[in-house]
């Protein structure tokens, strides 16, 4: 398993990284690579990289201290320090790595098992929806067979509607009628409020001059025409309901029709 690579630096369970350098330095301006996430297995790479060059350093200073100046030796030590300090970080680094890639396989395990139990009930569903779609099939058929006879009827009712005899009411569809009345037109009476001139019973508008007192309201009455409303056919349920097969070629199990039947034919897939 690949481990997780975590970015202690960031983590505020341990302070920042303090580096010495030989030349002052902006502490914003930090190398890419020091702030890149690193595995536990880096971070003990690190630590023992540290320890072995305290180690040898510490080893040096018998001899520095016979042959080398004081500024030499104060260097060295410096150096011992730093490596010390590098040892330390890297210590903290660990700790806080091993909690962090924890609770990251801790997170992980509770994912897994949170997708596990998602795919358990959708397999469920799954298996579910198979006998679903096999009742589907034989409800389809049967609801087609019903169709197929109501068709049959449909187009007996319209032949006979095609010759009707004389003064005979048209044959009913049967089902419930979901179309609408055809409205002829016809002619209705309004009431308009005019004025009028009480001396002459004459039209008397605002403009018709300056005199005003004679001027009273009076409704009168007016036909006017209302446009007829179309009426919209009945569409037979054969007609509006498809029933289709399953998968991708398989043919309708019923099909419906863009126009009522002119006879007693029966399509059926």
């Known amino acids: 398993m690949t481990l997780p690579r975590v970015n202690?630096?960031?983590?505020?369970?341990?302070?920042?990284?303090?580096?010495?350098?030989?030349?002052?330095?902006?502490?914003v301006v930090r190398d890419a690579a020091q702030l890149a996430p690193r595995t536990l297995l880096e971070i003990a790479a690190d630590r023992d990289?540290?320890?072995?060059?305290?180690?040898?350093?510490?080893?040096?200073?018998?001899?520095?201290?016979?042959?080398?100046?004081?500024?030499?030796v104060a260097d060295l030590d410096q150096r011992i320090a730093v490596a010390k300090i590098r040892i330390d970080a890297a210590e903290m680094q660990h700790a806080a790595a091993v909690i962090a890639e924890a609770r990251a396989h801790s997170d992980n395990d509770a994912e897994q098992s949170r997708r596990k139990a998602l795919r358990k009930a959708g397999m469920k569903a799954s298996a579910e929806a198979a006998k679903l779609a096999d009742r589907y099939v034989v409800l389809a058929r049967e609801l087609a067979g019903v169709l197929g006879q109501l068709r049959e009827q449909?187009?007996?009712?319209?032949?006979?509607?095609?010759?009707?005899?004389?003064?005979?009411?048209?044959?009913?569809?049967?089902?419930?009628?979901?179309?609408?009345?055809?409205?002829?037109?016809?002619?209705?009476?309004?009431?308009?409020?005019?004025?009028?001139?009480?001396?002459?019973g004459q039209p008397a508008g605002i403009?018709?001059?300056?005199?005003?007192?004679?001027?009273?309201?009076?409704t009168i009455e007016r036909r006017v025409a209302v446009p007829s409303i179309p009426g919209e056919p009945h569409v037979p349920l054969s007609h509006r309901v498809t029933l289709p097969g399953l998968g991708r070629d398989a043919p309708p199990i019923w099909r419906s029709l863009p126009?009522?039947?002119?006879?007693?034919?029966?399509?059926r897939a």
């Open 207 to 218: 403009l018709a001059g300056n005199d005003l007192r004679h001027r009273v309201a009076k």
């Open 154 to 200: 449909e187009g007996r009712i319209a032949e006979a509607n095609a010759a009707l005899p004389d003064g005979a009411e048209p044959v009913p569809p049967g089902e419930p009628f979901n179309g609408t009345e055809t409205i002829p037109m016809r002619t209705e009476t309004t009431h308009d409020l005019v004025w009028v001139d009480a001396r002459t």
């Open 259 to 267: 126009q009522p039947l002119r006879s007693n034919t029966v399509y």
């Open 8 to 27: 202690v630096r960031e983590t505020r369970t341990i302070h920042p990284v303090v580096t010495i350098r030989s030349q002052p330095r902006d502490p």
């Open 49 to 72: 990289a540290a320890v072995a060059e305290r180690t040898a350093l510490e080893a040096s200073r018998p001899d520095l201290m016979l042959i080398g100046t004081a500024d030499d």
